[in-house]
């Protein structure tokens, strides 16, 4: 067993943590409305941050089917002009799946 000559003693810890309950707590200054909301912490952000939160709501608010997309394909087929080759079903029909496959 090894005895750490800078460590302090049980008594002593306990009595440090005694002093320390007994010491008043530091007065808070005014708060503004936003910090005192926060628990009195205040927060700032980077402007990185501040575009990833800004990007992140736009993808929530973002449709989830592109509509424009889905008309200019609706209009493609109406017309006869949408081809499409067996390999491209496949492939993306494989991709898809495997797509599903990874988030499971």
């Not at 005694?18 to 005014?30: F, L, N, R």
């Not at 941050?49 to 424009?68: C, F, G, M």
Request: hydrophobic residues 40%; charged residues 20%.
């Amino acid at each position: 067993m090894r005895i750490d000559p800078n460590s302090q003693s049980p008594e002593a810890v306990q009595s440090n943590a005694i002093q320390d309950a007994q010491k008043p707590a530091p007065q808070k200054a005014e708060q503004d409305p936003a910090t005192a909301a926060a628990g009195g912490v205040q927060v700032r952000l980077s402007t990185a941050a501040n575009q990833v939160a800004a990007l992140t709501q736009q993808a929530v608010n973002a449709p989830e089917v592109r509509t424009d997309r889905v008309q200019a394909l609706q209009q493609a087929i109406r017309t006869g002009n949408y081809n499409v080759t067996n390999e491209q079903v496949a492939a993306a029909i494989y991709s898809e799946t495997a797509a599903k496959g990874a988030k499971e």
